[in-house]
């Protein structure tokens, strides 16, 4: 298996306009998990997918970034508008499980919004 | 309120000597924890975990021990290598729930 897929691995946008992130869970794995990774925060987690039906999105920061997973291999993150407070690096994982060791991260999108 | 902290940004230690990350933890509900290590440009890996029934786990050069009652985890490396520079995140569970990371700990280790 090639694991979790992002793309792209690097996004430089302008404030104000969308940005959508991709990712493709490992084959199999019924969860899916986006993170966010900031100097301030850590690794936050915004959202997470059972059976691509979402489950907590408490971690979403603001109306503007929204998730999908219209199926199990694939699933969005998106920002609309994007604001310079939203660079990061996002990551996606997926797992068998919702908890353990299971946990396998893609290599993450460095998003940049100047 | 950040439930699992790593109050160590940075860390920095000499080839061959012990290497030390600590951790807190807030949730006395939490029963599983784990360590991840991330290089540049990747994500996060698992590398050690360990439930609440004990109070040490070890696998080569890296252990991980807990403390319940202070609600305080560490991984120790020993000998450290240039190669264990990185990222380290603890993360913690309880049953039924998903993983809470902290926010991380850079690791260089010095030839």
């Known amino acids: 298996d090639a694991g979790v897929i992002q793309s792209p691995r690097h996004e430089v946008t302008e404030m104000g306009q969308e940005v959508t992130l991709r990712c493709k869970p490992i084959?199999?794995?019924?969860?899916l998990f986006w993170y966010r990774q900031t100097m301030m925060r850590g690794l936050e987690l915004l959202i997470y997918?059972?059976?691509?039906?979402?489950?907590?999105d408490s971690g979403m920061p603001e109306d503007r970034f929204s998730a999908k997973m219209p199926n199990a291999s694939f699933s969005t993150l998106k920002i609309q508008p994007s604001e310079p407070r939203d660079s990061a690096v996002y990551f996606c994982?997926?797992?068998?499980?919702?908890?353990?060791?299971?946990?396998?991260f893609g290599s993450g999108t460095r998003l940049t919004v100047v | 309120d950040q439930q699992v902290k790593q109050n160590s940004p940075s860390l920095s230690v000499q080839e061959g000597r012990i290497s030390i990350l600590n951790c807190d933890y807030t949730?006395?509900?939490?029963?599983?924890f784990l360590w991840y290590k991330k290089y540049p440009a990747e994500g996060p890996t698992f590398l050690i975990s360990?439930?609440?029934?004990?109070d040490k786990n070890e696998d080569g050069r890296f252990t991980v021990f807990l403390n319940k009652s202070a609600k305080h985890l560490s991984l120790h490396i020993v000998p450290s290598q240039p190669g264990d520079s990185a990222v380290y995140f603890c993360?913690?569970?309880?049953?039924?729930?998903?993983?809470?990371f902290g926010g991380g700990t850079r690791l260089m280790v010095k030839p």
């Open positions: 994982a997926s797992s068998p499980v919702l908890r353990g060791y299971g946990y396998t």
């Open positions: 084959s199999g794995h019924d969860y």
């Open positions: 997918f059972n059976n691509n039906v979402p489950i907590d």
């Open positions: 949730n006395s509900m939490f029963d599983y």
């Open positions: 360990i439930s609440s029934i004990k």
């Open positions: 993360a913690a569970s309880q049953t039924g729930n998903m993983l809470t």
